[in-house]
T-cell receptor, first 109, second 113 residues
């Protein structure tokens, strides 16, 4: 089983749509969780951390289910600028960050 | 906003040559990392570094790789004898806390011919 698994997509959605990404991780000792976005040929940039209680940042909502080892990201009212690859990232206690392969999103006019 | 910088942006080398990739992490950060991303593939962890020593390394980080913090600002990745399959984008990252999110540099694209 892959350490961090994501649906690769691509997800092609119209502007204004709501889109959800899912991620599962295999290491139950994982301590911290993040969503990063990566634009083509650029470095990953933090989108948001993911907390057990769930958290929201504007149009973005992240959820964590430790029992199921599952993380999600919901994007509401998609913008053209949301087009990117979204990376699920899981960190263990020893600072060993593991990345999912990423889910590609294209938002179309 | 503080940022991680990396040089060079692109390095072309011949197979078997040594390369050194350089990074300047964010100044008050204590944890440093190297990752690589082969074109079209996922970001892969190479090594983490804290308190002047390696704290964790992946199976990719074999004897051909080494890291160093030669002074108070630079963090380097050395590949002793490059192979064709070392061609990738190499990202440096730093964080201020253990388990905290990491700030990535813009990357060095390494091409091995």
């Amino acid at each position: 089983r892959k350490e961090v698994e994501q649906d690769p997509g691509p997800f092609n959605v119209p502007e204004g749509a709501t889109v959800a990404f899912n991620c599962t991780y295999s290491n139950s000792a994982s301590q911290s969780f993040f969503w990063y976005r990566q634009d083509c040929r650029k470095e990953p940039k933090l989108l948001m951390s993911v907390y057990s209680s769930g958290n929201e940042d504007g149009r973005f909502t992240a959820q964590l289910n430790r029992a199921s080892q599952y993380i999600s990201l919901l994007i509401r009212d998609s913008k053209l600028s949301d087009s990117a690859t979204y990376l699920c990232v899981v960190n263990t206690w020893n600072n060993d960050m593991r990345f999912g392969a990423g889910t590609r999103l294209t938002v179309k006019p | 906003e503080p940022e991680v910088t990396q040089t060079p942006s692109h390095q072309v080398t011949q197979m078997g040559q040594e390369v050194i990739l350089r990074c300047v992490p964010i100044s008050n950060h204590l944890y440093f990392y190297w990752y690589r991303q082969i074109l079209g593939q996922k970001v892969e962890f190479l090594v983490s570094f804290y308190n002047n020593e390696i704290s964790e390394k992946s199976e990719i980080f074999d004897d051909q790789f080494s890291v160093e913090r030669p002074d108070g600002s630079n963090f380097t990745l050395k590949i002793r004898s490059t192979k064709l399959e070392d061609s990738a984008m190499y990202f440096c990252a730093s964080s201020g806390t253990s388990g905290g999110h990491e700030y990535f540099g813009p990357g060095t694209r390494l091409t091995v011919l």
